[in-house]
């Protein structure tokens, strides 16, 4: 059986990740693929009980490092319970975040380092890589209003962080994105859903 594919989606808050992975989950389904849609921190029963910790709470409730440990341990049993498993059976995985956002929040905007992030992930989850990682890319304004007036205004934990942090994080993964052009594709998130689902579709086309 053909492995299947692992498709990430990325960004900063407020970008659209969990809209866009609907939709094309939704899209790929129709042509007939096998998908398996799912986001992080969460994915997976254990995974799940995690995301409370990480997203629930004040900003300070945990430190950088406690927090990089929290998505490593859930990120391990997501891949072990779902992502793998997807894999093994020829499925399309698309997932909200993945070790990227793992890299960006706690690596580069927390001031822990690539090098340290890498090595949990490589001890929880093998070091398993995206077949390809899409960066939503939307204007910090732009993507802070999103974020407002989604959920009815309640802000997760990393939401209500400072702007100075959210522009850490947009350098960061814009940063990585031109460090690995194999792997990342920059697709421009601004527009109406379908116009952005159509970048995102384009953006995966040599996968197809």
């Given at each position: ?74 990120r391990s049993d997501h891949v072990a319970r779902t992502i793998r498993p997807a894999l ?121």
């Open positions: 059986m053909t492995r299947g594919r692992f498709i990430t989606l990325e960004g900063g808050e407020g970008v659209g990740n969990s809209t866009q992975l609907q939709a094309l989950s939704n899209l790929l389904q129709s042509h007939g693929y096998e998908v398996v849609a799912t986001r992080e921190p969460g994915g997976s029963p254990g995974a799940e009980a995690i995301r409370k910790l990480l997203m629930e709470g004040s900003v300070d409730r945990w430190t950088d490092e406690t927090e990089a440990l929290l998505f490593a341990a859930a093994d059976h020829g499925y399309w995985v698309l997932c909200d975040r993945f070790i990227d956002s793992s890299v960006a929040y706690q690596g580069v905007a927390g001031g822990l380092g690539v090098d340290k992030i890498m090595q949990l992930h490589n001890i929880g989850s093998g070091g398993i890589l995206p077949d390809r990682t899409i960066l939503l890319s939307v204007p910090l304004y732009d993507a802070a209003w999103r974020e407002l007036n989604r959920d009815n205004g309640v802000l997760d934990r990393f939401g209500k962080k400072d702007g100075q942090y959210h522009q850490a994080l947009n350098s960061a993964f814009l940063q990585l994105a031109a460090a690995d052009p194999v792997r990342y594709r920059v697709v421009d998130g601004t527009g109406s859903v379908e116009e952005v689902t159509g970048r995102v579709l384009q953006s995966i086309a040599d996968l197809l």
